[in-house]
């Protein structure tokens, strides 16, 4: 896992929990095309071959943190603007740049399904290479969290129309939270205060490991105080293959870390490596801690892959959306009480 590039990337997950995109208008295009995770770049071959084609891999192709192995952030398809055509116009995922003497406003614009939906798309125009790498440095942060944002959205947007009941009611009625995963997830364990569901092939495992724990002051929300009591966890109801084995974190590289807000509520997000203690299984995670300040608790929804041979970005971003979808029963009692704290009451 790649320690390059931290500081940037924690920036980047923290305007990717803010960030959005927005549908505003009647939806009249074709369905988007592409594979999870694929960004197609309209841009001449010699810009694309030159400094600023180098920007753009530096930036959106670089290896996302988190991960066992080297992974993209996208995977980058480069089309020259005379080849953009109908073919292409539907990709998921476009950034446009226009180079150009002839370029009469230069700047950045974002935009929703121009011409396909759920599509995200950017362009920059600039009259020179130099104006460009300007306007793409002070909106690469910007750019990254509202491509990232748009695939977890696309997601979240599936598991919506289709996701697993059973967990849903089990979650609903004995947890009082909800969360929508997709059909085929199935409940391991349940005990008060936890429950692991998870949905498994031959060739990988996708799990969410959801508990409860009470809720004492800010401190909790530390890796120091969230880090033992997950490892506790885990020793105790995730038992490995092998006998004496059972699955915890990798120290061996620093937890990435963040404090955000979520559906209103004070949050925090951990991502990075889990391991199986005295055997050889691993893969990354990511995990979601949410205050309920209505029941004086802190729910912890940590999700891992299992994908040994095999990419697993995007089977990673696939159970984040799956854990972002937690919602409280008891919201309305949340906003309130967050109401009269900032009223001063």
Partial sequence: MKIKNYNLIVLLLSIVMLFSCSNNGTILHSNITGKAGELLVVISKESWDGPTGKLIRETLAQPQLGLPQDEPIFDLIDVPQNAFKSIFKSTRNVLQTSISLNVEEEGIRFTDDVWAYPQATVQIKAKTPKKFEEIFNENK??????????????????????????????????????????????????????????????????????????YHSDSTFTVNYLLPIRDRMLKSHVPGPTDGSYMTTEKRFPQIFNIHEHNGNYASEMRGLWKVQND?????????????????????????????????????????????????NDQAKNDKIKSQIKMGN
């Fill in 141 to 214: 942060i910007k750019i990254m969290s509202y491509f990232i944002a748009a695939e977890k959205e696309r997601l979240t947007l599936n598991y919506i129309k289709f996701h697993e009941k059973g967990v849903y009611n089990v979650l609903n009625k004995d947890f009082g939270v909800t969360m929508k995963v997709p059909p085929g997830f199935a409940i391991t364990e349940q005990k008060k205060d936890f429950i692991w569901y998870k949905y498994e092939t031959p060739e990988i495992s996708q799990g969410i490991i959801l508990y409860t724990i009470p």
């Fill in 280 to 328: 050889f299984m691993g893969g990354p995670y990511v995990s979601l801690a949410e205050l309920d300040a209505a029941n004086q608790r802190v729910v912890i929804a940590f999700a891992y892959v299992y994908a040994p041979s095999k990419d697993k970005r995007n089977f990673l971003r696939q159970v984040e959306a799956m854990i972002y979808s937690l919602k409280m």
